[in-house]
T-cell receptor, first 116, second 114 residues
Framework: GAVVSQHPSRVICKSGTSVKIECRSL??????MFWYRQFPKQSLMLMAT?????????EQGVEKDKFLINHASLTLSTLTVTSAHPEDSSFYIC????????????FGSGTRLTVV | GDSVTQMEGPVTLSEEAFLTINCTYT??????LFWYVQYPGEGLQLLLK?????DKGSNKGFEATYRKETTSFHLEKGSVQVSDSAVYFC?????????????FGKGNQVVVIP
């Protein structure tokens, strides 16, 4: 079945540094990927929709200069958290449309970001 | 806009008990409906789905029926196991709504006690 690989699974960084999270579709081409943020014991909040070869579409309230999204190929999208602060600590999850004909979505395993 | 509502609060039950998690939705078109499960520290896994009215999705003993008349997609399992302890999210995708995104409910923590 469709697999989305997300790395790293955990990262700890210092305040003010940047962190890059990668999301790869391993056995299918993903023209669209989605980036979510999840706070403890809460649902997923869609941050942005990443489209291959074009600019990402950000949800209202999400700082596009802070959360840089690049989708340079049909199998790779990256989320870079720039100048990270402790309040950026969260669980970030990517997702891709794996089967457009049947509305299938496949999720990465998530990245736990801790900013100290 | 499209939205999904799940019953409030965590669900705690004993092993082999019957599980029901309620889910209702609002959509402009004819959405596809999903249940996802999230184990601690992991991403989401598709549990089951239904793409049209009266369809029943099933997997691993879980079932949910797409009820258009009541705009519901309740999740059920007849006999839960400790390994079913996880967070369950109801979601919809409404392609006629003009985008590809999933709308999620708030999720329900399920704890199964031995």
């Amino acid at each position: 079945g469709a697999v989305v690989s997300q790395h790293p699974s955990r990262v700890i960084c210092k305040s003010g540094t940047s962190v890059k999270i990668e999301c790869r579709s391993l056995d299918f081409q993903a023209t669209t990927m989605f980036w979510y943020r999840q706070f403890p014991k809460q649902s997923l909040m869609l941050m942005a929709t990443s489209n291959e070869g074009s600019k990402a579409t950000y949800e209202q309230g999400v700082e596009k200069d802070k959360f840089l999204i690049n989708h340079a190929s049909l199998t790779l999208s990256t989320l870079t958290v720039t100048s990270a602060h402790p309040e950026d600590s969260s669980f970030y999850i990517c997702s891709a449309r794996s089967d457009p004909s049947n509305y299938g979505y496949t999720f990465g395993s998530g990245t736990r970001l801790t900013v100290v | 806009g499209d939205s999904v509502t799940q019953m409030e609060g965590p669900v705690t039950l004993s092993e082999e008990a019957f599980l029901t998690i309620n889910c209702t939705y609002t959509a402009t078109g004819y959405p596809s409906l999903f249940w996802y499960v999230q184990y601690p520290g992991e991403g989401l896994q598709l549990l089951l789905k239904a793409t049209k009215a009266d369809d029943k999705g099933s997997n691993k003993g879980f079932e949910a029926t797409y009820r258009k008349e009541t705009t519901s997609f309740h999740l059920e399992k007849g006999s839960v196991q400790v390994s079913d302890s996880a967070v369950y999210f109801c979601a919809l995708s409404d392609p006629l709504g003009g985008n590809n995104r999933l709308a999620f409910g708030k999720g329900n923590q399920v704890v199964v006690i031995p």
